[in-house]
């Protein structure tokens, strides 16, 4: 099995996972993990279902805490408010209000992340995602995939340095693909870290410059994306995984 | 100054959510004013041989509290749809934040609910508002903030719970026994025309003292309750 860990140096870390356990009762969902993350890498964590990827995501993001183990972002932990204003994070659910337009729904997030010029900034993302001609029209009344346009424009609306993505491709149309697309195009042009976990393997593949397959809540590969992996997407799982 | 403009944005998001649904409104509402309805036929104010402000002081913070609770249930539960709550527990924001902007909206939407249903309330049992109204107005504002601080930390703390309808009540009336005690004698007296004086000054001192003991330990432990 190779090593799970990947060379950053300290000041080029953006995440760093030291020895993380994730319990749920008894039922150990997380067991130690052990990750360094190096700035501006894109990694694809992939599993299957109720590997741990969301567990670990969530701890990543400051969502929930490690039963054991230590999580720092950037050498700062995840749960510092200056450390979460660096984080872009996208779940499973789009967390946008229903009952709010576009623009409330924008605005919003932009004053808990203290953007400057909240307006000026949200009225940029509505446009970037093409959803400028409904900016006051209520979440509730949009189409399944302008809601997701909508939910890639809150993550990025801060312009975050690190990216946690949940299944971030799945159930998105193709105008939301292609947004979410360019969007992180641009993040690593700017020096930026994603981590998100996938099923989609040649989309997550096509994208990251490294990855992790986790089974059973723990780290049976990391390290850097190969050729191999390209060329059959089926590769990882075969040599590293348990059938 | 940060932590307050963010709380603000909270409550404005909660009251703009409400204002366009009334779910939580209209429930509250309802139920004080059929809870009144139905006591002013079970405790006839005509009746001489009963003195109205004897009982008017718990009819009206029982029923208060009872609505409140309806209301409070709402406030983190509509976090859940499309995980919101997730967004806002990873914002920057300090769980503080989150927890004072839900019990400003909580508490707007509670004195709505209490002022609309006091007016139907004095119509029905004919008690004398307007001799202490100063007074009444005080007593309903910390009493209110009461109700709104344990209702909110609860409805937190039970927002994960599959029976979170029944937990909340369950949980938050032991604890708001001493705020309603003191509203409740403080509202009796009020009501039979006595001012606040130095016999009654004490339960106006135990609502302060636990308003500001409540908001204190409900901001400092919120993160404790939402991130574990």
């Known amino acids: 099995m190779e090593s799970p860990l990947w060379s950053a140096t300290p000041s080029r870390c953006a995440l760093d996972v030291e020895g993380v356990w994730k319990y749920y009762g008894d039922f150990p969902a997380l067991r130690e993990i052990n990750l360094q993350v190096a700035t501006g890498s894109t990694v694809a964590l992939l599993g299957r279902n109720g590997a741990g990827k969301t567990t670990l995501l969530r701890i990543l993001a400051g969502l929930s805490k490690p039963t054991q183990g230590k999580v720092s972002v950037k050498g700062a932990d995840a749960r510092q408010e200056s450390t979460r204003r660096r984080i872009g994070v996208l779940g499973h659910g789009i967390a946008l209000y229903d009952e709010l337009s576009a623009i409330e729904n924008l605005l919003l997030f932009a004053r808990l992340y203290g953007v400057p010029q909240p307006v000026k900034r949200s009225d940029e993302m509505l446009e970037r995602t093409g959803l400028d001609r409904v900016r006051d029209g209520l979440v509730r009344e949009f189409s399944r995939g302008m809601r997701q346009r909508l939910a890639v424009a809150r993550v990025f609306l801060h312009d975050p340095d690190l990216l946690l993505l949940d299944e971030p ?15 992180l195009a641009e993040t690593h042009r700017r020096g930026g870290t994603v981590v998100m976990s996938t099923h989609q393997l040649r989309e997550a593949l096509e994208l990251a410059t490294h990855v992790v397959l986790i ?5 049976a590969f990391a390290g850097e994306r190969r050729q191999e992996m390209l060329d059959d997407v089926g590769w990882l799982y075969r040599t590293y995984g348990d059938n | 100054m940060t932590f307050l403009r963010q709380s603000l944005a909270i409550a404005a998001k ?21 809870i009144f309805l139905l006591f002013s036929f079970a405790f006839d104010p005509a009746n001489l041989n009963i003195d109205v402000n004897d009982y008017a ?11 409140g609770a309806l209301a409070l249930n709402r406030s983190f539960a509509r976090e859940l749809q499309n995980d919101c709550l997730d967004a806002l527990v990873a914002s920057p924001a300090a769980p503080g934040v989150l927890f004072l902007g839900k019990a400003l909206a909580n508490f707007a939407l509670l004195l709505a609910v209490e002022i609309v249903s006091l007016a139907v309330f004095s119509v029905l049992y004919d008690v004398r508002l307007r001799a202490q ?11 209110t903030w009461a109700i709104t601080v344990i209702g909110t930390a609860f409805s937190a703390l039970t927002v994960n719970l599959r029976m979170r309808e029944l937990m909340l009540p369950i949980l938050t009336y032991p604890f708001l026994i001493p705020a309603l005690l003191a509203a409740i004698l403080l ?23 636990f308003d500001v003991i409540f908001s204190l330990l409900s901001v400092v432990f919120i993160d404790i309750v939402l991130v574990g």
């Open chain 1, 215 to 219: 089974q059973r809540g723990q780290i």
């Open chain 1, 169 to 183: 491709f799945t159930a998105l149309d193709d105008r939301a693909i292609a947004v979410l697309h360019s969007m």
């Open chain 2, 57 to 67: 002081g718990g009819l009206l913070w029982l029923a208060f509290a009872f609505a």
């Open chain 2, 133 to 143: 109204l100063g007074w009444i107005v005080l007593v309903m504002f910390l009493t």
């Open chain 2, 14 to 34: 909660d009251l703009r959510s409400e204002i366009r649904t009334k779910e939580a409104l209209n429930a509250s509402l309802a139920f004080a004013v059929v």
């Open chain 2, 187 to 209: 509202t009796a007296d009020l009501f039979a025309g006595k001012p606040i004086s130095a016999g009654n000054a004490i339960w106006l001192r135990v609502l302060v003292a």
